[in-house]
């Protein structure tokens, strides 16, 4: 790229970034996320949709759209002892490399900055092979997979640690206990909470085009988004 060009993408992007910041608005939008590791649908969601959008808002620190990541879904624990002790049996959907995926993501939530959290989690999801649908699905063991952590610079030996560690199974453990906790409760992943409430038609329309209700709400609590007006890639 020449340097004269390289200026005017810097351009185009502020003048993007300025259209952005319009709406003077208080309305706020929260998805919270219910999902799991090798679940195609959850990748495609996640790298289709919610990443995209949220990056468009401004990523972590945008005041308009706020999401969380509670990686488990379908997963079942086995309490037969204390939830803090961190020992007992977990099952995934997906078998074990699912556990092991939902331990990394957990893992990713718990060491490392939110923003650094949703990029490994959108790395992760995009490297499942959730578009071509093979079955079994391969093996990624995502937390080994050191592509994502390499790329975004975290630290293997912190994640691999944390992953093996039975503190991860109690951190699992607590977003079973939410996943569990959901009413109505979850029977499909994903899973999609909208300000703190799961409406039937609203997660039929948001799994397709999650900007739209985002939008709408925001509109609703008077914000004029300018991410509004761009149309999704
Ligand atoms: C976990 O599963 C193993 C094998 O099925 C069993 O021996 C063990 O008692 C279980 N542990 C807990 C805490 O449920
Ligand atoms: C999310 O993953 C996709 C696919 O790898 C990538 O193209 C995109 O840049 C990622 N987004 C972020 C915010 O990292």
């Known amino acids: 790229m020449t340097s004269q060009l390289r200026f005017w993408s810097f351009s185009v992007a502020m003048s993007v970034l300025a259209l952005l910041q319009v709406g003077e608005g208080v309305a706020h939008v929260k998805v919270e996320l219910y999902y799991e590791s090798l679940c195609p649908y959850c990748a495609a969601f996640i790298v289709e949709q919610l990443v995209p959008l949220h990056n468009l808002f401004g990523g972590v620190d945008n005041k308009y759209f706020e999401v969380e ?123 999609i909470v909208i300000d703190g409430q799961w409406i039937s038609k609203q997660f039929r329309l948001a799994k397709k085009d999650l900007k739209s209700i985002v939008c709408n709400k925001l509109k609703q609590g008077g914000v004029e988004s300018g991410v509004c007006k761009v149309m999704m890639l």
């Open 69 to 191: 990541l509670i990686p488990f879904g379908k997963a079942k624990v086995m309490f037969n002892t204390e939830v803090e002790e961190g020992n007992f049996n977990l099952t995934c959907h997906h078998g074990a490399p699912e556990c092991e995926g939902n331990k990394a993501h957990t893992c990713a939530l718990q060491k490392y900055s939110k923003k650094d959290a949703i990029d490994f989690v959108n790395c992760s999801m995009a490297l499942s092979s959730w578009n071509d649908f093979t079955w079994p699905l391969p093996e990624p063991f995502i937390s080994k997979d050191p592509t994502c952590i390499t790329n975004l610079g975290l630290n293997q030996l912190v994640m691999d640690e944390c992953v093996s560690s039975p503190k991860s199974n109690v951190m699992i453990a607590r977003h079973g206990i939410r996943t569990l906790d959901l009413d109505p409760p979850l029977y499909y992943v994903p899973w």
